[in-house]
């Protein structure tokens, strides 16, 4: 059972960059990347235990959502966009197609070596831990992918939009965790598939298909 929560991320992440004929790209945007997303887990690792620490997790409603939302995949994200604008050498002389792919495999990076981690977690046996959280993980990875994609094409102040759609992500794959804390896990499984689903969907109808990188 704990095999989809260390490949979900993975076989998602080469999905992608096949699917956008990415796979014949330069090193510099998948290998360093990749593994500076990896090494990137600690410095997030770090930071949320020191949140979690200060911060008492609700047993249920609002304030659990809400805190799932933030310590499980805003902070992740939030914190890996900055390790990623600091540690990748010129991100804002890419084009969007070689951000897009960038981003991507440094956040492949990130989630697949906490898939990992979280296999030595004791806590990580029931459904929504082993199936339901990598899921929402690739669902977000995307969603951010392509949020900064966007937010590199454009020119205007509509490319900020899309950095609200990268806070606003957070949020929505924390839904299906919610549901569950609820025992709503009949309504829990389609939000889950929505969100996958549509992830995949944002990549070939809001980044035009195929990349154009040479």
Do not use: C, K
Request: proline residues 6%; hydrophobic residues 55%; aromatic residues 16%.
């Amino acid at each position: 059972m704990q095999v989809y929560l260390l490949v979900a991320v993975p076989l998602s992440y080469v999905y992608v960059v096949i699917l956008r004929d990415l796979a014949g790209s330069a090193s510099s945007l998948i290998t360093r990347p990749l593994l500076t997303g990896a090494l990137s887990t600690v410095v997030i690792a770090l930071v949320l235990s020191f949140v979690v620490r200060f911060a008492v997790e609700p047993f249920s409603g609002p304030g659990l959502f809400f805190y799932t939302a933030v310590t499980n995949y805003l902070l992740p994200v939030y914190l890996g966009f900055g390790l990623y604008l600091l540690f990748i050498p010129s991100p804002g002389s890419l084009s969007p197609d070689e951000a897009f792919l960038s981003f991507l495999s440094f956040l492949a990076g990130h989630f697949a070596v906490q898939g990992v981690i979280d296999l030595f977690d004791p806590a990580f046996v029931g459904v929504y831990e082993l199936f339901v959280a990598p899921t929402m993980r690739v669902a977000l990875m995307i969603i951010a992918a392509v949020a900064y994609f966007h937010y590199r094409e454009e020119t205007f102040w509509t490319r900020y939009l899309y950095m609200m759609l990268l806070a606003v992500a957070p949020f929505a794959v924390a839904v299906p965790h919610l549901l569950f804390s609820m025992n709503l896990v009949g309504a829990a499984i389609p939000v889950t598939a929505t969100l996958f689903v549509g992830s995949f969907g944002m990549v070939l109808f809001w980044t035009g298909g195929r990349s154009t990188i040479q």
